[in-house]
């Protein structure tokens, strides 16, 4: 089989996927999103088997619809995409995974989306003074800021419309310090680790939070698959969050996910698992 990974880039999760190809007699080639190139004649990913979707790098609208669309055709020419394009569509955009997840009837934080600060300022207090802002695109807890203060909520939702961003707000939700990010593919949970933040309140191991390997209850496995399904993904890393009062939430869904915490945690080799599912269906 030839697999395409597709990413900005030929980091460690893409170079973990070609040492797995390898390991299990096919090839792998990394191919970069932003110098694909197609016409009526010519489709950049026709000479492969099979293609996984690594990540998304930051572009314009235009860009990033004509990146779903080579995976659309790919999909339409019979190729196995990971994720489906749809997933891949509806998880960069935090709005639409909050609907889908809502759609489902899964536990999610209130949370609201403006354009204006006008709108956010009500939200702001509707939410108890006390949010966490977010990207409306972005990962790895980036970009993420916890407000507060009434001023401070002022200043960054108008620095937010003055550069044409979107306002995106999620009422904070209290926990005890830490999360679970459970890695799902085809169905099943294939590894989970719990996070704890480090002198904040972010736990991403990327924002310095630890990892270690855990055991997810029925009903957290449940939740975990559920979200998986309602914003159609094959694999996701799905992050669970319970508050003060016991209560589980969805936080995100990821349909890139990255796994070199939760395989040094948990053991598990998850690019192996990745390839060999790609690899059965693509014969």
């Known amino acids: 089989m030839k697999l ?23 090839t792998a080639a990394a191919v970069d999103f ?33 990146r779903v669309d080579v995976l659309q055709q790919a999909v339409n020419r019979g190729q196995v995409v990971l994720n489906p394009p749809k997933a891949v ?24 989306v403006c354009q204006r600060w006008q709108d956010a300022m009500p939200a ?36 937010i419309e003055q550069t044409g961003g979107v306002i995106y707000l999620q ?17 099943r949970v ?24 855990c055991e997810l209850t029925a009903s957290q496995t449940e939740l975990a698959l559920a979200a998986t399904e309602a914003v159609g993904s094959v694999v996701a890393g799905v992050d669970l969050l319970c508050d003060e009062r016991g209560e589980w939430y969805v936080i995100e869904v990821n349909a890139v996910p990255g796994w070199r915490a939760l395989s040094a945690a948990c053991g598990v080799d998850v690019a192996k698992a990745v390839v060999q599912f790609v690899a059965n269906g693509a014969t």
């Open 89 to 112: 569509e509806t998880c960069v955009d935090k709005f639409l995974t909050d609907h889908r997840l809502r759609t489902a009837g899964l536990p999610v934080p209130v949370s609201m």
């Open 190 to 213: 294939l590894g989970a680790m719990r996070r704890t933040a480090k002198d904040d309140w972010r736990t991403n191991v990327a924002q310095g939070g630890t990892a270690e390997a």
């Open 4 to 26: 395409a990974i597709l990413s900005g880039g030929t980091g460690w999760h893409v170079q973990d996927l070609i040492r797995a190809a390898g390991e299990l007699g096919h």
């Open 124 to 159: 702001f207090e509707r939410m108890g003074r006390d949010v966490v802002v977010k990207p409306l695109f972005g990962s790895e807890g980036r970009g993420m800021v916890r407000v507060t203060d009434r001023e401070l909520a002022w200043r960054t939702f108008h620095a």
């Open 34 to 66: 932003r110098g694909l190139f197609a016409d009526h004649t010519f489709d950049p990913l026709a000479d492969f088997n099979a293609v996984i979707v690594r990540t998304m790098p930051a572009g314009s609208l235009e860009q990033i619809v004509f």
């Open 171 to 187: 009422r904070f939700v209290r926990h005890p310090g830490w999360d679970v990010r459970a890695f799902v593919l085809n169905g």
